[in-house]
């Protein structure tokens, strides 16, 4: 089993910046893809990027440009740092990972809110 634990949610004002962490503990071996999805209050869990292999990172069309993916594999964690945030960010932010057998874990999502 593979246990994600998030941190560094919270609440900041349009246009600033926040940065999440990520920390992957448990039977991680097998992990090739780290990332990050959201869901905002209504609406279905989307995709803000993902990390494969400790090199390719793909993101979401929204947050292209303003949000950057970071991993360290031999901390065995992901970040996430969020710059020019407005309302439209306001979500639940959860980690993902994924192993190579296509086994996927959650964390328990961060709560991040921006006020206009």
């Known amino acids: 089993q593979v246990h994600l634990a998030e941190s560094g949610g919270g609440l900041v004002q349009s246009g600033g910046s926040l940065s999440l962490s990520c920390v992957a503990s448990g039977t991680i071996a097998g992990i090739n893809v780290m990332g990050w999805y959201r869901q905002a209050p209504g609406k279905q869990r989307e995709l803000v990027g993902i990390?494969?292999?400790?090199?390719?990172?793909t993101y979401a069309n929204s947050v292209k440009g303003r949000f950057t993916i970071s991993r360290d594999s031999a901390k065995n964690t992901v970040y996430l740092q969020m710059n020019s945030l407005n309302a439209e960010d306001t979500a639940v932010y959860y980690c993902h990972a994924r192993k190579y057998n296509g086994f996927n874990y959650w964390g328990q999502g961060t709560q991040v809110t921006v006020s206009s």
């Open positions: 990390n494969t292999s400790g090199t390719t990172t």
